[in-house]
């Protein structure tokens, strides 16, 4: 059956979807709303893969919403836009209370920041009193640490939020910013094209990764039955998960991120 994504005023429409049982039990769909850390289209045509199969091992239509920045996606979280989400931790601490943890992916969140190649930057100093780039100001991982990295080391640095780890990467690597953050999940999801231009020059701490999180009024069988279709689909579409940045999902649990320590980028 032909697959494809539709984009309309920030949402992604996934259609041609197979495996639906007639018969499963309401809610028929649910929106994912997935922090946009690259362009709407590219975020749609690497999920779309990924969330068609997740559908048909779950039986429900689980449609993808976008937000043109990470700021406007933290606004429809607040307002509980979405049924499920994908979100960073700090976003899901603040958010709790709408949404649980049910799974997220292996490995660790770390924020980075990167520099071209072949460019003048070799240490961190060298970034004293120089422009760097961020995809939002309140990205744990991307911005927020990197920032009280520098501030500790005592450099000077100006700011410029760019809304998207795409942006960003983009934007360095054609050499209109020294430097600028994100974390390895997107960087090393990047088309090698991208990616061959820049370097890591600094990496931060590991912390727990973004969980994803289900609205608290949602069937408790149906969370279970998305967890166990999501720990399954590196073995349905193994290449759309990789080209994700992930290397499999795991179950988690809303005292994962809420016991003390557990958000390292929170703690320090």
Do not use: C
């Not at 927020?144 to 640095?157: D, K, M, N, T």
Request: no cysteine.
């Amino acid at each position: 059956m032909h697959r494809m994504a539709r984009l309309i005023g920030g949402t992604v429409l996934l259609a041609g979807m197979v495996g639906v049982p007639s018969a499963f039990a309401a809610p028929r769909v649910l929106t994912i709303g997935i922090v946009p850390q690259m362009s709407p289209w590219t975020l749609a045509r690497r999920w779309t893969p990924v969330l068609e199969a997740w559908s048909a091992a779950v039986g429900v239509h689980i449609v993808l919403r976008t937000a043109p920045t990470i700021r406007r996606f933290e606004r429809r979280v607040a307002h509980g836009d979405y049924d499920l989400v994908y979100l960073n931790p700090a976003d899901y601490l603040r958010y709790r209370g709408r949404y649980r943890a049910f799974a997220r992916g292996r490995g660790w969140l770390q924020g980075i920041l990167v520099v071209r190649r072949k460019g003048p930057v070799r240490g961190i100093s060298e970034l004293a009193h120089r422009l760097i780039a961020f995809p939002a100001r309140h990205a744990i991982a991307a911005s927020v640490e990197p920032r009280r990295f520098l501030r500790a080391r005592g450099i000077p640095f100006q700011t410029r939020y760019l809304g998207l780890h795409d942006a960003v990467y983009r934007a360095v690597a054609a050499g209109l910013f020294i430097a600028g953050g994100g974390v390895r999940q997107t960087y090393d999801s990047l088309p090698a094209r991208i990616r061959r231009h820049l370097r890591v020059l600094w990496a931060g701490p590991k912390g727990l990764p973004h969980p994803f999180a289900a609205r608290r009024t949602l069937p408790a069988s149906l969370v279970r039955r998305l967890t166990v279709a999501l720990v399954r689909l590196p073995r349905v579409v193994p290449g759309a998960v990789r080209r994700l940045g992930f290397t499999g999902f795991e179950a988690t649990r809303d005292r994962d991120y809420t016991r003390p320590g557990a958000v390292v980028l929170m703690s320090r």
